[in-house]
Every structure is written in structure tokens, then in C-alpha cells.
């Protein structure tokens, strides 16, 4: 169904661009519901000397009378990549550390270091403690609900943590809401309950212009409420789709949120019109950068539905060349599902840029190549030439040679769409 199909992309949209630009110590792969057990490349002794110690040794300043010994070992251990998983346990105990500063730096080595899947639920219940805990200050909060992100899906008992997510949407301050509508999204709803009501309520709150003033908070929460699904109480859907509908939204004078109430609703009526992706394609020209990406997102969120549009995003790269929002775009363009040679064209020439520049977008390039033409021999080509890139630093070079691996037992290939195809899955016109 494309409603369930857009909850996901829109997830992965969320976390597409950082997965780009991650530096050695932060090995998350942002395209696994599940990216805990695998977060690790290589291996690195627990005897190895890190900042002057140990892994042993730093683990056992973890419980020093010194905080500024206690918050330095926290900032080496994640350096220790899967061997620092045994010190999975004693990080979590300093969530509740006396000091302020230990208690941000465990958080902080929480969000990016190896976690073994036995520990996945006493970390995201300890940062969901976190959220609520009277003496977090927001800028533990903050790195808390990010930390919470790395974990895709939440699973059973680990869902408690979204009720703390909900209450730190009404925080003070806007980047802390907008940070935890981003983890709600990406925590998803509950497979068998949908959306709580709860969460709903919150974002309904939110997505409305009189009480929320954040722009960017607001079309997080308008585009939460489509990809989150329907609620399965019919007056609460009811007041999903009049705030959807409300003439501050449906017809706001910020493209940007008119944008995302139109497609949330369809989201929402699981059904695509012509007229609609007419409107988000135009946005694709728009004078304003930020437009540009969020219009080529909301077709992403589409996939194949918007497949009559691929020409136009490519477009888009080619013209732009924008080195901060290449690769958002990129990861758009591979989750419209085109397989054409329009955009096989379009990735290739990304990939084939060595400006320094340019490293994150040609790894997007990489990525979006080997999940819509694993099979291909050009793109095999193209890999084997990036691999060697001076531009690319070494843990970068791994990432392509990683996939080019991957390549040599690759899926079966999708059947080639059409470049063109603007009547697939288009409803009536409104």
C-alpha cells in the first residue's frame, strides 16, 4: 500500500543525509530499521592505548570521584568501535550520573558507538529516562532524542520511549521539538495499534499555525501526521484531516507546509493525484534552495508514484550542484524506484565528481547505484573508479568497496521502468 510504503520512505528521508556525511566514529548505516548489531567496521583491541588508556582502563575511570575523569573516558570508549560493546552496561549508568557533564557525554557516546543487540533495550529505555529526567538540561534532551533515532523501529517493550518523545515535543525550545517529532517519525507507529492517540493529539497541536511558531517544526508535524498513518479512532481522524485541511495550511502562503498538508492527506486517503504531483514538480524550480529539497523529498515519499517526475529531479542535480543538498536529493531520486537511463545517467555523472567537495554526494551516488542497478555492469565501472578517488578519505574508500563487494552476490534485478509513466497510480483530480 502507498501509505505504508510513504511512513517508511519518509522515515528514511529523515535520516538520509547524515548517513552521508558520518565520520569514522559514528558507524551507523541509516538504511537498516535495525543498525545496532552491525554498527561497527573493523576491529579495534581492548588493549589498544586510546587517549592515553586502555578500554579496560577507561571503563574503570567510568566510576572515578572525578567528573571530568568520568566525562573523558566517555568521550574515548566509542573510538574502540565493537570492542567498546562491553562497556555498553557501565555507559548506561552514567545516564544517571550526579554531574551534568558526564550524564551528556554518556548520552553523546550512546548515539554513535557500537551497541550489541542484547543491549539495545536498556539503552533506548535509559535515554528515554533521560527525557524526562527533572534535571536534564535541553541540551542533554536534545542529543538524547537523537541518540534514540539510531534505533529505526522501536520494538515491544522499548516503545515506552515515544511517550517520553511526546512530552519533549512541547518543549521550550525548537529544536528539541522538531528533534523529537524527527525520532516519533522514525520510532514509527505500532504495528498492530497504529498511531497512539496521544501522539496524534500532539502533532495535531503542532501542525497548527496559531499555536505552533516554528516553521520548521510545524511541517514536521503536518508531515508526521500523513506518514504516521491513520489513526484508527474516526473523530481523531477526523481532526487530522481539518488541521490537514485548515485554511492555514491547506492554502498557506508557505510553500513548504501547503506542500506536505496536500501530500500527507494523500498519504492518509492512500490515493496520488495528477494535479498534486503537477504542484510538488514545480516546486523543483522554486528560487528557494530549502523548497527545491523539500519538493524533491515529498516526490521521494511518492516513489513510484511520482515516476512522470524523475526527468525533473534529475534535472535538478545537474543544474543545482548544490554540495549541501545533492545528496538529500540523490536519496530521494533512488527511492522513486526509476531504474531508467535518465537516471542511471544523472548518477554516474555525480559519481564521477572528484572535488573534495563533492564526497558526500558521490557517496549518495554510490548508494542509490548499487540499490537500482546492482547488476549493471557500467555502474560496477563506476565504483571500481571512486574507490580510488584522492579525494576520498580511507574509511570512505572501505564504504565503496564495501559495496562494490556487496555487488558480487546481488539481488535479482528489478524490471526497468519507464522513465515516463504519468498515470501510474494517479487518482482523480480534487
Not at 99 to 107: E, G, I, K, T, Y
Not at 165 to 174: A, K, T, W, Y
Not at 310 to 336: H, N, Q, W, Y
Request: glycine letters at 4%; charged letters at 30%; one cysteine or more.
Amino acid at each position: 500500500m502507498f501509505a505504508k510504503s510513504f511512513s517508511l520512505v519518509v522515515c528514511l528521508l529523515c535520516l538520509a543525509q547524515p548517513a552521508f556525511a558520518e565520520k569514522p566514529k559514528d558507524n551507523r548505516d541509516a538504511n537498516k530499521d535495525d543498525r545496532v548489531a552491525d554498527s561497527s567496521r573493523g576491529m579495534i583491541q581492548s588493549d589498544t592505548v586510546i587517549g592515553g588508556k586502555t578500554l579496560h582502563e577507561h571503563i574503570k575511570d567510568l566510576s572515578d570521584n572525578d567528573p571530568s575523569v568520568r566525562s573523558y573516558a566517555l568521550k574515548c570508549i566509542p573510538y574502540y568501535g565493537e570492542a567498546a560493546g562491553i562497556a555498553v552496561p557501565d555507559v548506561v549508568k552514567r545516564l544517571k550520573d550526579a554531574d551534568a557533564s558526564p550524564r551528556v557525554n554518556a548520552v553523546i557516546a550512546l548515539k554513535i558507538m557500537y551497541i550489541p543487540t542484547t543491549q539495545r533495550e536498556p539503552v533506548v529505555k535509559g535515554l528515554a529516562r533521560s527525557l524526562i529526567d527533572p534535571n536534564s538540561q535541553q541540551i542533554h534532551r536534545y542529543e538524547a532524542i537523537k541518540a534514540l533515532g539510531r534505533f529505526g523501529s522501536l520494538k515491544d517493550e522499548e516503545r515506552v520511549a515515544v511517550m517520553d518523545l511526546v512530552q519533549n515535543i512541547n518543549s521550550p525550545n525548537f529544536e528539541v521539538r522538531e528533534a523529537a517529532i524527527d525520532a516519533i517519525l522514525i520510532a514509527g507507529p505500532d504495528p498492530k495499534t497504529g498511531p497512539d492517540p496521544r501522539v496524534t493529539e500532539a502533532l495535531i497541536f503542532h501542525a497548527d499555525g496559531y499555536r505552533e511558531h516554528a516553521r520548521s517544526v510545524r511541517w514536521k508535524a503536518i508531515m508526521a501526521l500523513g506518514a504516521l498513518g491513520r489513526p484508527q479512532d474516526p473523530k481523531r481522524l477526523a481532526q487530522v484531516v481539518t488541521v490537514l485541511k485548515s485554511r492555514g495550511n491547506w492554502n498557506s502562503s508557505d510553500k513548504i507546509i501547503r506542500m506536505w498538508s496536500h501530500v500527507s492527506l494523500m498519504a492518509l486517503e492512500d490515493k496520488v493525484y495528477e494535479k498534486e504531483l503537477e504542484g510538488i514538480a514545480k516546486l523543483l524550480k522554486d528560487p528557494s534552495p530549502n523548497i527545491r529539497v523539500q519538493a524533491a523529498t515529498a516526490l521521494g515519499a511518492l516513489r513510484d508514484k511520482s515516476h512522470a517526475y524523475v526527468g525533473d529531479v534529475c534535472e535538478l542535480i545537474e543544474r543545482d550542484k548544490d554540495p549541501l543538498l545533492m545528496p538529500t536529493i540523490i536519496f530521494a531520486l533512488s527511492r522513486m524506484q526509476n531504474h531508467g537511463t535518465r537516471v542511471m545517467k544523472t548518477l554516474i555523472g555525480v559519481a564521477e565528481l572528484q572535488d573534495v567537495k563533492y564526497v558526500d554526494s558521490v557517496l549518495a551516488a554510490c548508494s542509490a547505484l548499487k540499490e537500482l542497478a546492482p547488476t549493471d555492469p557500467e555502474v560496477k565501472q563506476t565504483l571500481q573508479k571512486v574507490a580510488k578517488y584522492p579525494s576520498l578519505m580511507e574509511y570512505q574508500k572501505d564504504t565503496v568497496k564495501k559495496i562494490i563487494e556487496d555487488l558480487k552476490n546481488p539481488p535479482k534485478a528489478p524490471e526497468k521502468a519507464a522513465a515516463k509513466d504519468p498515470e501510474k497510480g494517479v487518482g482523480a483530480r480534487r
